[in-house]
T-cell receptor, first 112, second 110 residues
Framework: DQQVKQNSPSLSVQEGRISILNCDYT??????FLWYKKYPAEGPTFLIS?????DKNEDGRFTVFLNKSAKHLSLHIVPSQPGDSAVYFC???????????FGKGTTLSVSS | EADIYQTPRYLVIGTGKKITLECSQT?????MYWYQQDPGMELHLIHY???????EKGDLSSESTVSRIRTEHFPLTLESARPSHTSQYLC?????????FGSGTRLTVV
């Protein structure tokens, strides 16, 4: 049973518009969430994270929102750029300091 | 510049061969992980280590084995490669600054 779910396999947006990537989780014990960006022949690179004590975290063009009651988080990218085209993974550690549990990823395509 | 080094980046090998995928880090991190990932799927944890001489199997059953004789080195071995082992293998370590991933090894078994 997947504990971290990304139900949209792909998303296409135009350059300059907002990209919204969604993630749901089932384990209410999760208290820290991360977003990673990945190209096909590379390892994941860290983008942004959020602790469950917050409902928003912002870093430049990237903002992550957390809705604990809905067990839902989303990554907003504004404005989207062609270089943002990649697979985005949502992840959470089962417990602090343990391995990450990943969603299946969402492939973002930003067209110019 | 990558802090975790994986070699080789790409490997094509015949069925039945023994292979070792290398993973090393110079940061002195105790916690290291191996993940396996296929296109369109999540990263699955196959092995992890919390320090020298400590290794555990992950959530996804794997025919591979690992060793942790030195803190900086966490190699993964397949004794007899099969086409079903074709995948991308990613190594990671954990520090107070978070998780760091290597560039991965894309393995193809023919």
């Amino acid at each position: 049973d997947q504990q971290v779910k990304q139900n949209s396999p792909s998303l296409s947006v135009q350059e300059g518009r907002i990209s919204i990537l969604n993630c749901d989780y089932t384990n209410s014990m999760f208290d820290y969430f991360l977003w990673y960006k990945k190209y096909p022949a590379e390892g994941p690179t860290f983008l942004i994270s959020i602790s469950s004590i917050k409902d928003k975290n912002e870093d430049g063009r990237f903002t992550v929102f957390l809705n604990k009651s809905a067990k839902h988080l989303s990554l907003h990218i504004v404005p989207s750029q062609p270089g943002d085209s990649a697979v985005y993974f949502c992840a959470a550690p089962h417990q602090a300091g343990t391995a990450l549990i990943f969603g299946k990823g969402t492939t973002l395509s930003v067209s110019s | 510049e990558a802090d975790i080094y994986q070699t080789p980046r790409y490997l094509v090998i015949g069925t039945g061969k023994k292979i070792t995928l290398e993973c090393s880090q110079t940061m002195g991190h105790d916690k290291m992980y191996w993940y396996q990932q296929d296109p369109g799927m999540e990263l699955h944890l196959i092995h992890y280590s919390y320090g020298v001489n400590s290794t555990e199997k992950g959530d996804l059953s794997s025919e591979s084995t690992v060793s942790r004789i030195r803190t900086e080195h966490f190699p993964l071995t397949l004794e007899s490669a099969r086409p079903s082992h074709t995948s991308q293998y990613l190594c990671a370590s954990l520090s107070g600054q978070g998780y760091t991933f290597g560039s991965g090894t894309r393995l193809t078994v023919v």
